[in-house]
């Protein structure tokens, strides 16, 4: 196969790519396809592709640096930690720790002061029904918002924290503890302007606890409504995983769940790679006073 094929597979988001062996590597031309239609489409789907961990790597390397998961270290492939292992085989005789990830919306590392630009996800085995990744398009999900509340936002940080990963509060104790010395919750704006298409999008999700000078009871209702919104079946794609799919989204303008809607006795082994996004956000002080950090948020809206 010589000549890329994209086609939609989705309203809101979501493209087949085919016509690629990606273990042979990308040629300028057919990177420079791949970067279109990801604009376009903001999720790819390239099925049938069976790559080993250090192909992924240097897949996910043609679209920016590689993240090498320092701020959930207990996760990755023991030999290739830009790896993470997304798995619910037993690791060292106990209970994978990423058994469960991903079962809130979310985008990745966004409780980080990189959050991802980019996923590259691989599935290496699957149940045989179930176990389907849902997407959701957040510029859609701000543009569809009324003029008086996008200004509202307009102003607005939210503070994302690790906590709030569904399903976390159940790993290892010890593993807890030193996850959140390294992730503190950091705020981050809540409407964002995506640096390649110039447009708006919301960056908020399940992960976010409240928004910067508000309390947790103040902002509740707003993220609730928000996140209601931003995943209504209209902006959003469904993935139905095949065994040696990739598939790629953009995290800065998508949100994604991870379904539980399997047979949790059945093998859903997932092999991903990050790619590090831009300087981001300020850690939240547990210690400052509320009008302490909306200053911040104040003072990081115009810097």
Excluded at 63 to 82: I, L, Q
Excluded at 275 to 291: N, R, W
């Amino acid at each position: 196969m010589s000549e890329i094929t994209v086609r939609p597979l989705g309203y809101a988001a979501g493209a087949s790519v085919t016509g690629l062996d990606l273990r042979t590597g990308l040629r300028p031309e057919q990177r420079e396809a791949l970067r279109a239609a990801w604009r376009e489409h903001l999720v790819l789907v390239l099925p049938g592709q069976d790559l080993s961990a250090e192909q992924l790597i240097a897949y996910t390397r043609n679209f920016g640096e590689v993240e090498r998961n320092d701020s959930v270290p207990y996760y990755r492939d023991p030999d290739h930690p830009e790896v993470l292992l997304v798995t619910n085989k037993p690791r060292d005789g106990k209970p994978s720790q990423t058994r469960n990830t991903g079962r809130n919306w979310h985008s990745d590392l966004s409780y980080t002061n990189r959050p991802a630009m980019g996923s590259v996800l691989m599935c290496k085995e699957k149940p045989p029904v179930g176990g389907d990744t849902m997407f959701a398009n957040m510029y859609m999900a701000y543009e569809t918002l009324s003029a008086p509340f996008r200004a509202f936002l307009d102003g607005l940080h939210a503070v994302h924290d690790i906590t709030l990963i569904k399903g976390f509060e159940r790993r290892d104790p010890a593993q807890i503890a030193e996850l959140k010395k390294r992730n503190p919750p950091i705020a981050h704006p809540v409407v964002r302007t995506h640096p390649e298409t110039g447009r708006k999008l919301l960056f908020i999700s399940d992960r976010v606890r409240s928004f910067v000078g508000m309390t947790e009871e103040e902002s509740r209702p707003i993220l609730d409504f928000l996140n209601r919104h931003a995943t209504t079946p209209e902006f959003v794609y469904r993935h139905r995983w095949e065994i040696n799919d990739i598939v790629m989204w953009d995290n800065r303008c998508t949100l994604h769940i991870a379904l539980p809607d399997f047979d949790q006795t059945k093998l859903r082994h997932m092999m991903r790679c990050s790619l590090l996004g831009e300087p981001s956000g300020y850690v939240i002080q547990d210690d400052a006073p509320m009008d302490e950090q909306a200053a911040r948020s104040a003072i990081a809206a115009v810097s």
